[in-house]
């Protein structure tokens, strides 16, 4: 059993950036793949980025590259998304889950457990 707590959220102007943590308890952490999600009112839960166990490998949307950046520590049992250059569009509820797998995934439906997400607006 795993659990995600998200922190680090908050209003931010257009071009600006924040700092997403997400702490993880278990000893197991660094065993699961990480991934942060989004969801903004009325749309669907979508990708932004994964990291592997290791943190070696990582990959992130289209949407995103170049502006985020996704990291751990797993001596800590923690996992981080950097927003650079944050866009109104940005704005959602993010959230961090775990995956028991080497590596990450796109798809929320391979993700095992989830954070309750923390609120990120940024304003024009």
């Known amino acids: 059993q795993v659990q995600l707590v998200e922190s680090g959220g908050g209003l931010v102007q257009a071009g600006g950036s924040l700092r997403l943590s997400c702490a993880a308890s278990?000893?197991?952490?660094?065993?699961?793949?990480m991934g942060w999600f989004r969801q903004a009112p009325g749309k669907e839960r979508e990708f932004v980025a994964c990291?592997?166990?290791?943190?070696?490998?990582?990959n992130g949307a289209d949407s995103i590259k170049g502006r985020f950046t996704i990291s751990r520590d797993n001596a800590k049992n923690m996992a981080y998304l950097q927003m650079n250059s944050l866009k109104p569009e940005d704005t959602a509820v993010y959230y961090c889950?775990?995956?028991?797998?080497?590596?990450?995934?796109?798809?929320?439906?391979?993700?095992?457990?989830w954070g309750q997400g923390t609120q990120v607006t940024v304003s024009s």
């Open positions: 278990g000893r197991t952490f660094s065993t699961y793949a």
């Open positions: 889950a775990a995956r028991s797998s080497l590596y990450g995934s796109s798809r929320t439906y391979e993700y095992d457990y």
């Open positions: 990291i592997s166990t290791s943190g070696r490998a990582t």
